[in-house]
């Protein structure tokens, strides 16, 4: 018998599934999943910089940069000086990036993914899940992440 939850396995193949999916409606923007989420994230904070993105997507800043630099390649981010710090830079959205469309997409994948799932039964998975998070983060802390 095989000793794996169940539950780790479906969790695994909703990602994956949830990738492809995501992926290929997302490149007839020209998109992938990860970028995608770099700017509807970014739309909700512009005029970031890339180490307040990077926390806010969880994700470390040279990840973020390669996205970023290929974003702004695409016209879909354009970096900006911030007055009194010439190191840093602020991040926006451009005009392609908000006619693109994207954020309607992610609201209609997130709402096709939730279909017929109760706000209760959400919130109990929002709970395990989050205990999830923790629980991994302190297993990378065991084995020396």
Do not use: C
């Not at 695994?12 to 490149?27: F, K, P, Q, S, T």
């Not at 512009?46 to 290929?70: F, M, S, V, W």
Request: hydrophobic letters at 45%; proline letters at 1%; glycine letters at 8%.
């Amino acid at each position: 018998m095989d000793s794996r939850p169940k539950t780790l396995d479906l969790l695994l193949h909703v990602m994956r599934e949830l990738r492809r999916n995501y992926d290929a409606g997302a490149a007839e923007l020209g998109l992938t999943m990860a970028r995608a989420r770099v700017l509807t994230t970014l739309a909700g904070m512009e005029g970031a910089t890339q180490a307040e993105l990077a926390t806010a997507l969880q994700i470390e800043a040279p990840t973020l940069k390669r996205q970023i630099d290929g974003l702004e390649r695409l016209g879909f981010i354009e970096r900006r000086g911030i007055d009194g710090d010439a190191r840093k830079r602020a991040l926006f959205l451009t005009e392609k990036a908000r006619a693109s469309g994207i954020s309607r997409f992610v609201l209609a994948v997130r709402a096709e993914l939730f279909e017929g799932i109760a706000a209760e039964d959400r919130a109990v998975l929002d709970r395990a899940l989050s205990r999830m998070v923790e629980n991994t983060a302190r297993i990378g802390e065991k084995w020396g992440k």
